[in-house]
C-alpha cells in the first residue's frame, strides 16, 4: 500500500497541491494529520481520494514523503545547490544499490533489480529498468515499464515516462514530466 502522510494547516493550500498533483496521488492512501473541514472531506470524496484523518502510523515518519507538501507550504525553497556531481559510466547491475548525496550523471543504465537513492539531480543517459528515488530538482531519464521510479516520494506511474527521454521536476508544488523532444545524443 502506498501511503502519503501530509499535515493540513490550510485547506486552500492543501487543495491547489492535490489539485495540481492528483494524478501521482489516486492510488495512495493520504493519511491527513489536522483539522479536516467539510470543504476538504468533500474536495476528497468528489476526486474518490481515500483518505485516513488523525491516525498513527506504525511507522516512522518518513519526512521525504511529506516534504513535498510540507515544505512547499511553509514557502521553503526545494531548490538545493549541489557541491558535487558523480560521473559513472559503468551500468548499475542487479542487486547494486548506487546512494548518492549529490548530483549524477550516470552515461549507462540501470538494470532490473538494480537502485539508485539521490538526494541530488540525477541524469541518466540510457534506459531505466531499476528502482529509482530521487529527491533533487530535477531528473532526466528514459524509463522502461519494469521501472520503479520516486520522485520526492511520489511514485511516477511509468505510462508518463513513456520509454522516452523525459525531465521530472517540481515546480511550484507541481511534479511535471516534459518529453525531450528531440533525443539527445550523448556521445
Known amino acids: 500500500m502506498k ?3 501530509v499535515d493540513l494547516e490550510d485547506e486552500n493550500e492543501f487543495i491547489a497541491f492535490f489539485d495540481k498533483n492528483y494524478i501521482f496521488f489516486r492510488n495512495h492512501l493520504i493519511a491527513i494529520n489536522g ?3 467539510e470543504k476538504v472531506k468533500n474536495y476528497l470524496k468528489e476526486k474518490t481520494l481515500t483518505y485516513t484523518i488523525n491516525i498513527k502510523l506504525p511507522s516512522v515518519k518518513n519526512s521525504k514523503t511529506s516534504e513535498i507538501f510540507n515544505e512547499n507550504r511553509r514557502s521553503k525553497p526545494v531548490n538545493k545547490v549541489q557541491e558535487n556531481l558523480k560521473v559513472i559510466d559503468t551500468l548499475v547491475r542487479s542487486g ?3 546512494k ?3 548530483d549524477l550523471l550516470l552515461l549507462n543504465r540501470v538494470n532490473s ?4 537513492n539521490i538526494e541530488g539531480n540525477l541524469i541518466i543517459t540510457q534506459i531505466v529498468e531499476g528502482d529509482i528515488r530521487c529527491t ?3 531528473m532526466m531519464l528514459k524509463a522502461s515499464s519494469k521501472a520503479n521510479i520516486v520522485f520526492h516520494g511520489v511514485e511516477v506511474d511509468n505510462k508518463y515516462l513513456q520509454e522516452r527521454l523525459n525531465r521530472v521536476e517540481l ?3 507541481e511534479i511535471t514530466i516534459t518529453p525531450v523532444l528531440k533525443e539527445t545524443n550523448w556521445g
Open 3 to 5: 501511503v502519503f502522510e
Open 100 to 102: 548518492i548525496n549529490g
Open 171 to 173: 515546480k511550484n508544488n
Open 113 to 116: 533489480g538494480g537502485s539508485i
Open 136 to 138: 533533487g530538482n530535477f
Open 96 to 98: 547494486q544499490e548506487l
Open 35 to 37: 483539522n479536516v473541514s
